[in-house]
């Protein structure tokens, strides 16, 4: 691990300057970095590191001077832990320069006790120079080796770690946009679309400050509590509740060394997953690159100067520059293209209003249970499942409704199940998806369906009344309906704040003969 005299002589040093120093050692016994301060401080970023990989460790070993006479703290661990170092060996100083002791420790493969690193009892410098290094970490390897591939096995789904933040600084939230969610309630709504998208959530993570870190929206420590939990539960991404600037993905993926993604990744990455028709595939590319353009690395235009005269010289394109002239090219023609899907909807809405068809649209909350009432009303075979997003292309039925119960000319109309809506939906989809969500402000009624069983129902319902109330066209009359009511005991208190609002089971066919009725009449005096 180490001889006596280099320990020897690295403790001189750290005594004549009085600051613990730390010295980065490879397997063939190189130093190829030298750094003041603590593991912790010194620690190496991890994309400099020579090898990363759940599988293996670092190839590099750490030998730490400690002024004080106590063992590693748990902030170097944590550090130790993060990098994947082969062994942390700390020598303690007597105050004549003189090592008095030191301490080995090393990662655990599998948690012990609920530590995830193994900390020697003090030694003295002959018995840790007598140990022998490169079997304990080739014995090490070979552990994590036949874990990893336990894992691989067992799941070869993303496994997740979800972080959310919480701010309690009152011109920060007066300043942006805030969701009526609690924090609580954001993360398990995050939680349920990382299992829609095929990853399986291990923990959730919280933490309260004023305002989000300019860099790396949480604090440091907290940044290295994250990194050092996706080590022991074998983590591969991480997800944030919220959007992060692409220097912030930068930035927290170089601190932790895995993946990180944001809310609205999360969602396009659904999105691109449930898109069906040729037209919802060109709107989720479309939305994926305008997402992705502004999060290539480097400086993009800035580097292309080709010119004549002083500063405009340059190297000409680069790779970067190449990436971000196609996917501007591409959006260029996607945009075209969702230009002509958006004049071919508007024909055939103006067909509908021509052969005086009346239209009906059934907006709401993902999974609020939109398919299912679609299904139930026009007995119609459109997928649904309890999944957020489970359908994304809208689907339009003829429903043939009786204003009476034997009258001879029932009232037809077109109905339509529209893309479900989410708190605060990404910006993206908005502008790509602008084509669909016309079939919503050209309705002439609106069914605004509520999932009455959801915990954070209320928030739901205003979430979606705010994305109505943002439309850029104002939306026809709206028929409040609240699904579900067979999950739920009791419906007086909700009846009564609610007295106009029609209660159905979707699932279980209960009071659509009532919002038939209520629909007919609604519609008659929208068209009239």
């Known amino acids: 691990m180490t001889t006596p005299e280099f320990a020897q002589r690295l403790a001189g040093i750290s005594s004549d300057i009085n600051k613990p120093v730390c010295v980065f050692v490879n397997r063939r016994g190189q130093v190829i970095r030298v750094g003041l301060g603590t593991p912790n401080h010194a620690k190496i970023p991890l994309m400099e590191l020579p090898r ?3 599988e293996r460790l670092c190839g590099l070993r750490c030998i730490a001077t400690n002024l004080k006479h106590e063992p590693p703290s748990i902030t170097d661990l944590t550090a130790m832990a993060m990098q994947r170092l082969d062994s ?42 007598k140990q022998d290094f490169l079997e304990l970490v080739s014995g090490l390897e070979d552990q994590f080796r036949r874990e990893y ?3 691989v096995v067992e799941d070869e789904q993303d496994r997740v770690i979800l972080v959310g933040l919480i701010t309690s600084d009152a011109s920060y939230r007066s300043s942006h946009k805030k969701s009526t969610q609690k924090p609580q309630e954001l993360l398990s709504e995050l939680g349920q679309l990382v299992d829609s998208a095929g990853g399986v959530v291990l923990s959730t993570i919280l933490q309260k400050r004023d305002r989000p870190h300019p860099q790396t929206v949480l604090g440091e420590g907290k940044v290295q509590e994250i990194a050092l939990a996706a080590q022991t539960q074998g983590a591969n991404l991480i997800v944030f509740d919220r959007e992060l600037s692409p220097a912030q993905i930068r930035n927290l993926e170089r601190l932790m060394g895995i993946r990180v993604s944001d809310r609205t990744e999360v969602i396009l990455d659904i999105f691109a997953q449930r898109a069906q028709s040729a037209a919802g595939k060109l709107q989720v590319e479309l939305a994926q690159l305008q997402y992705r353009l502004p999060r290539l690395a480097g400086r993009g235009m800035a580097l292309s100067r080709l010119g004549g005269g002083i500063g405009t010289r340059g190297p000409g394109e680069t790779k970067l520059e190449t990436d971000r002239r196609v996917i501007q090219k591409r959006i260029t023609q996607l945009q075209h293209q969702v230009d002509q899907l958006q004049s071919q909807r508007a024909r055939m809405r103006q067909q509908r209003i021509d052969q005086e068809i009346p239209t009906v649209a059934i907006v709401g909350y993902t999974n609020a249970g939109k398919s299912t009432l679609l299904n139930a009303l026009t007995k119609s075979t459109v997928y649904a499942a309890d999944k957020l997003f489970a359908t994304l292309d809208p689907t339009t039925r003829r429903l043939h409704i009786r204003d009476q119960e034997h009258d001879p000319n ?9 893309v479900g809506f989410i708190h605060e939906l990404p910006p993206p989809l908005v502008n790509a998806f602008r084509a669909t969500l016309e079939e919503v402000t050209e309705a002439d009624v609106l069914i605004h369906l509520v ?22 066209i104002a939306v026809g009359a709206t028929l409040t309906v609240f699904n579900k009511i067979d999950a739920v005991p009791d419906l007086d208190e909700i009846k009564a704040k609610y007295p106009d609002a029609i209660y159905v ?8 003969d009532q919002l038939l009725q209520e629909l007919i009449t609604v519609v008659k005096a929208e068209v009239s």
């Open 52 to 54: 990363y990989g759940e």
């Open 451 to 472: 999932d009455i069983s959801h915990e954070a129902w209320e928030s739901q319902l205003e979430a979606v009344n705010q994305i109505l109330a943002d439309m850029p």
């Open 410 to 418: 029932p009232q037809t109309i077109l109905i339509t199940d529209t």
């Open 505 to 512: 089971s979707a699932m279980q066919r209960q009071g659509l």
């Open 149 to 151: 591939k336990a894992q």
């Open 88 to 129: 942390l060996i700390t020598v303690t100083i007597t105050s004549k320069g003189y090592v008095d002791r030191a301490y080995t420790a090393h990662i655990l493969p599998e948690s012990i006790d609920g530590e995830s690193w193994y900390v020697s009892p003090p030694q003295s410098l002959d018995a840790v120079s």
